[in-house]
T-cell receptor
Framework: DAGVIQSPRHEVTEMGQEVTLRCKPI?????LFWYRQTMMRGLELLIY????????DSGMPEDRFSAKMPNASFSTLKIQPSEPRDSAVYFC???????????FGDGTRLSIL | AQRVTQPEKLLSVFKGAPVELKCNYS??????LFWYVQYSRQRLQLLLR?????SIKGFTADLNKGETSFHLKKPFAQEEDSAMYYC???????????WGAGTKLIIKP
């Protein structure tokens, strides 16, 4: 298995633009997690899905952030409009069941100018 | 409140010296604890989990319920151990991982 696949690996865009981050979990995994990592705040859970259903989105910073999981093999995290303070590395992780270890993707390094 | 504390943001030791990365937790119940490692510009990887009681890359961690700690140890540090290390606790109520702030480990030659 190729593991969790995230795209793009790097994204540089101007503030105000819409940003879409993509994640393909490991095949057969039922739980998917979106994290944001910054120097200041470390690793923060934004939202997680179980069986494609959002379970907890309390970590989503504000309404500019939205996440979807239309099927078991694909999820998106969207920021609209983007702001410079959104610059961070965004990780996606999946697990077979919520109580199993999480496997992380390579992350998307997002820079908002 | 459920919390994971890694008191050291940065730990620097010489190659061959022992390493101990501290992790303390606050949790009402029986926790499940993990150590994840992130090498420079790479993905987070599971290093070990307390229920496995295994040694990975020479690292071990023992859950001490009395001291509510799960410190990561290695007797002889190697340069390739330089990385960010995160301690995490899994909540049985909602299975979310509660993360520590991470410790950057630098192994000096």
């Amino acid at each position: 298995d190729a593991g969790v696949i995230q795209s793009p690996r790097h994204e540089v865009t101007e503030m105000g633009q819409e940003v879409t981050l993509r994640c393909k979990p490991i095949s057969g995994h039922n739980s998917l997690f979106w994290y944001r990592q910054t120097m200041m705040r470390g690793l923060e859970l934004l939202i997680y899905f179980n069986n494609n259903v959002p379970i907890d989105d309390s970590g989503m910073p504000e309404d500019r952030f939205s996440a979807k999981m239309p099927n078991a093999s694909f999820s998106t995290l969207k920021i609209q409009p983007s702001e410079p303070r959104d610059s961070a590395v965004y990780f996606c992780a999946s697990s077979g069941q919520p109580n199993q270890p999480q496997h992380f993707g390579d992350g998307t390094r997002l820079s908002i100018l | 409140a459920q919390r994971v504390t890694q008191p050291e943001k940065l730990l620097s030791v010489f190659k061959g010296a022992p390493v101990e990365l501290k992790c303390n937790y606050s949790y009402s119940g029986s926790p499940e604890l993990f150590w994840y490692v992130q090498y420079s510009r790479q993905r987070l990887q599971l290093l070990l989990r307390h229920i496995s009681r295994e040694s990975i890359k020479g690292f071990t961690a023992d859950l001490n319920k009395g001291e509510t700690s799960f410190h990561l140890k290695k007797p002889f540090a190697q340069e390739e151990d330089s990385a960010m290390y995160y301690c995490a606790l899994r909540s049985y109520s909602n299975y979310q991982l509660i993360w520590g702030a991470g410790t950057k480990l630098i192994i000096k030659p």
